[in-house]
């Protein structure tokens, strides 16, 4: 699916390295969640995986093609969420409309979909909670109700990768929690891959399976989370002492 060998990030100007020696594999159906303080290289390696940003070393492959490849194309194949994209749409745009132009990479709708493309964002939204809302302008939302909008614009081309960039950021508990349910009940039994980008063990539900840490711009830690949320490892990763808690398949941080 993804593998990255070696990848390092090295801006020559300043003198800064972003990443260094990263390696990761994310196979076919994987569910992973990657993890890190503020400043690690997350968003960094992210743009190396989407290809708006090249590395200065090692390799990219990305659904069996090398890094050569027509990144436009690769990009297709890829559903992307962020936190500001909400920001981007017009407030009066339908929620339909935000959820079907997904195909289309576009913010607003410059084609007219046709009557499938309608039909299965509808399908989408029933399925997330929102099929009565589909005709609501996307500005009266809540801000729990965008981001599943926005998860649904994300596959709704069928991509074989979401990615979902701290999507729960400046939601409350309530909304977190509706939006981790709506996640898993659109994704769970499919072949999709997912990244999830978080700050926070308390989002890392049991529908993902392994955990990619990132310290200083190098992998801390990557494999199994039963393994990787242990309080040795996630005091190391932050520098203070932090204890890992677990309950009904949830963890728990607590600062010692």
Known sequence: MIRLENISLFYPDSGRTILR????????????????????????????????????????????????????????????LSTPLKERFLKNERLIDVVVSGPCATVGLYDEPGADDYGRARRLLDSAGLGGRSEQPFGTLSDGEKQKALMLR???????????????????????????????????????????????????????????????????????IEDGLTDGVITGLFGREISIAKKDGRFYALLG
């Open 21 to 80: 020696g990263i390696s990761w594999n994310i196979e076919n159906g994987g569910r992973w969640v990657l993890f890190g303080p503020n400043g690690s290289g997350k968003t960094k390696l992210l743009e190396i995986i989407t290809g708006y940003l090249y590395p200065s070393g090692g390799s990219v492959r990305r659904f069996g093609i090398d890094g050569g490849a027509d990144i436009r194309d690769v990009r297709k194949r890829i559903g992307y």
């Open 154 to 224: 994300a596959v709704m081309a069928g991509p074989d990768l979401l990615i979902l960039d701290e999507p729960c950021m400046g939601l409350d508990l309530s909304s977190r929690e509706d939006f981790l349910s709506s996640l898993e009940s659109l994704c769970g039994g499919k072949e999709l891959s997912v990244i999830y980008v978080t700050h926070y063990v308390e989002e890392i539900t049991p529908f993902f399976k392994n955990i990619f840490m990132l310290k200083n711009g190098g992998c801390w830690y990557s494999g199994a």
